[in-house]
């Protein structure tokens, strides 16, 4: 059983939508991350948060702690974004726990 | 800084034969991770370091060994090769552990 759930597992957008990507985990965590992994297989972090909220450019992540839930936004979406976007978690330990990803594809 | 380096790139061994994924950071980081990604699944973590001379297994270490004599190298080694370790294999590397991880480019591995 994966602990870390996200949803969609593939989104298709128009150039200029709002995106939402969700993350959801199972137990108390000490640290949520977001990733990109590029069409060409290359990974890059995103963000990494414990709480509330970061933002970067376009990109919005939020995690509430209390619903075990996390939501990554793209605002005015682009077909640069086109990638999957992984959420891992880490729990007390140094070892991260990795969702499948959700694959976007964001159309001109 | 060149940051993660991998090599090779590409790789097609032959059942049993054996082969070692090079891995290199330049960030003086301490840890230091070694993930396979099979199609549709997350990242799995084979083995991890937390700093020269110390290496603990993942969750799936079956059929791989790691050593970690300097900060900046963590290479992995496949031993007696199977097609079950085709894969895209990824180092990673972070200052600390819980801390943002810096990915290598990734080797694709095929055991035919």
């Known amino acids: 059983k994966n602990e870390v759930e996200q949803s969609p597992q593939n989104l298709t957008a128009q150039e200029g939508e709002f995106i939402t990507i969700n993350c959801s985990y199972s137990?108390?965590?000490?640290?949520l991350h977001w990733l990109q992994q590029h069409p060409g297989g290359g990974i890059v972090s995103l963000f990494m948060?414990?709480?509330g909220k970061k933002k970067h450019g376009r990109l919005i992540a939020t995690i509430n702690i209390q619903e075990k839930h996390s939501s990554l936004h793209i605002t005015a979406s682009h077909p640069r974004d086109s990638a999957v976007y992984i959420c891992?978690?880490?729990?007390?330990?140094?070892?991260?726990?990795f969702g499948t990803g959700t694959r976007l594809q964001v159309f001109p | 800084n060149a940051g993660v380096t991998q090599t090779p790139k590409f790789r097609i061994l032959k059942i049993g034969q054996s082969m070692t994924l090079q891995c290199t950071q330049d960030?003086?980081?301490?840890?230091m991770y070694w993930y396979r990604q099979d199609p549709g699944m997350g990242l799995k973590l084979i083995y991890y370091?937390?700093?020269?001379?110390?290496?603990d297994k993942g969750e799936v270490p079956n059929g791989y060994n790691v050593s970690r004599s300097t900060t900046e190298d963590f290479p992995l080694r496949l031993e007696l090769a199977a097609p079950s370790q085709t894969s895209v294999y990824f180092c990673?590397?972070?200052?600390?552990?819980?801390?943002?991880?810096?990915f290598g480019a990734g080797t694709r591995l095929s055991v035919l």
């Open positions: 960030m003086n980081h301490n840890y």
């Open positions: 370091s937390v700093g020269a001379g110390i290496t």
């Open positions: 948060l414990s709480s």
């Open positions: 891992a978690v880490g729990y007390n330990t140094d070892k991260l726990i």
């Open positions: 137990v108390g965590i000490s640290a």
């Open positions: 990673a590397s972070s200052s600390v552990g819980h801390s943002i991880q810096y």
